[in-house]
């Protein structure tokens, strides 16, 4: 999906030289925001019907289940009428909110569809985590203003915060992953053991991975011949996942981090078959798309914002860094 070019506070001022800051810069990042959210609600009806299209017939004459919470209820019913009841209410409110973005209760009707049919499809002996991330989107879309918000600089605010909102909480489940990682692997690093921090962390953790479900990988024999090759990786990847949090709050790196985290979750199934599909979605939609990212972003300013490496590139270029710090700082004028 390609997304409308930001554009730039020249080109605003020169189209509309009269309005004020504010209002054209909240306005222009607003309209690729509420295409994202248009765009989430077409993945989830996508979901439904991928869903729907290879297990309704099988769900419909289930016979032992073990609910979870959400839907305790269902005890009380036919399990044929709430799949089939489900299914139609979930495309009601999925279409509803794919054409009317900005009715509030179209938005909560589809987290409660898709809250009813995760904790459905997890109601047999085992818990999957691949759609997390996708609910606790969509829950916090719930809270986006109702109308049309196009003519308010406060609710386009708001607007925005939400959508940030749901960008630092999917980061924020990257952070507590890579923090782990790195608490463990300097305990284990001390132990002696092989740890986050090991030439053969990668190959070992793959290892033990494809043994435990007896399975196979497409690069997982590669990797167990040359662990090595993976050690960077691994690095990478943990640097990745720790700093997630700090670069939601750093509109130039979204793009970077977006990218680097599809590139992980793709790594993970080459290696051990895990796969998370809504991940991937959402990172592509969140940060990827971010719709603070601003198109035309020099590398360089991207390499002083990196958590920790910044720095160092800084010093390495000084007078750029000068000169880039002095063209984003913003202007009396404005």
């Known amino acids: 999906m390609n997304l409308p070019r930001l554009p730039s506070l020249s080109f605003l001022r020169e189209r509309c030289p009269h ?26 009806l996508y979901w439904l019907a991928a869903v729907l299209a290879g ?3 099988a769900w419909r004459t289930v016979g032992a289940i073990d609910p979870l919470w959400p839907i305790f209820w269902i005890e009380w019913m036919e399990v044929r009428a709430f799949v089939d009841g489900l299914a139609y209410a979930s495309l009601f409110f999925m279409l509803m909110a794919l054409l009317l973005p900005q009715w509030r209760v179209a938005r909560a009707g589809v987290f409660l569809c ?5 904790a459905f499809i997890n109601s047999f002996g085992k818990i999957g985590h691949d759609g997390h991330l996708w609910l606790a989107a969509g829950f916090l879309l719930i809270w986006l203003p109702d109308g049309d918000v196009r003519r308010s600089v406060g ?6 915060t939400v959508i940030a909102s749901a960008q630092c909480l999917m980061m924020l489940t990257y952070t507590m992953s890579g923090v782990w990682k790195v608490a463990y692997g300097i305990d284990q690093m001390v132990q002696g053991q092989i740890g986050t921090f090991h030439p053969d962390a990668l190959a070992t953790l793959t290892a033990f991975r494809l043994l435990q479900t007896n399975s196979e990988s497409l690069l997982g024999p ?4 040359y662990p090595l090759v993976g050690w960077p990786m691994h690095l990478g ?52 798309m971010s719709p603070f990212y601003r198109e035309g972003t020099p590398l360089r300013v991207t390499l002083y ?20 710090r002095a063209r984003l700082r913003p202007s009396k004028s404005s």
């Open 222 to 225: 590669l990797l167990l011949r």
């Open 305 to 324: 914002n990196l958590p920790l490496l910044g720095p160092l590139f800084a010093l390495l270029a000084p007078r750029a860094g000068r000169l880039d």
């Open 19 to 44: 309005a004020p800051f504010d209002f054209l810069w909240y306005g222009a990042v607003y309209g690729r925001a509420r295409l994202l959210v248009r765009a989430y609600y077409l993945f989830t």
């Open 237 to 288: 990847a943990t640097y990745l996942e720790t700093f997630a949090i700090v670069a939601a709050f750093r509109p130039s790196l979204h793009r970077l981090w977006g990218i680097g985290l599809i590139f992980f979750h793709f790594g993970t199934w080459l290696l051990m078959g895990i796969i998370f599909q809504t991940n991937i979605a959402l990172l592509g939609l969140l940060m990827v």
């Open 155 to 160: 609710k386009q605010h708001y607007y925005l």
């Open 55 to 57: 297990h309704w017939a």
């Open 114 to 118: 898709f809250l009813f049919w995760y």
